[in-house]
């Protein structure tokens, strides 16, 4: 009986704080919305200020640049079929 009690003692103190964490009030859903949208909005403000657009539009033009020489490569022959084709 005293194993029992013990157990239901060490259950009740290791549930407690949990239980008490857990009634605290969550914010109210129109000011955590607002406070969601008001941070998705600057998000959006800083990707459009970012460097991203730029980087991307860098990337794009240096895949250009690299079509020509590797279609030359390509059709003049230097690129070996099994080099292209894994068997």
Request: positive net charge; charged residues 15%; contains cysteine.
């Amino acid at each position: 009986m005293a194993k029992f009690f013990f157990r239901c003692l060490t259950c009740f103190l290791f549930c407690l704080p949990l239980v008490l964490a857990a009634q605290t009030s969550p914010p109210k859903p129109a000011d955590f919305l607002n406070e969601r949208i008001i941070k998705l909005e600057q998000q959006i403000a800083d990707a459009k200020t970012s460097g991203d657009n730029g980087w991307m539009l860098m990337c794009s033009a240096l895949v250009l640049l690299m079509t020509g020489p590797g279609l030359a490569l390509f059709y003049g022959g230097l690129v070996r079929k099994k080099m292209c084709w894994p068997h």
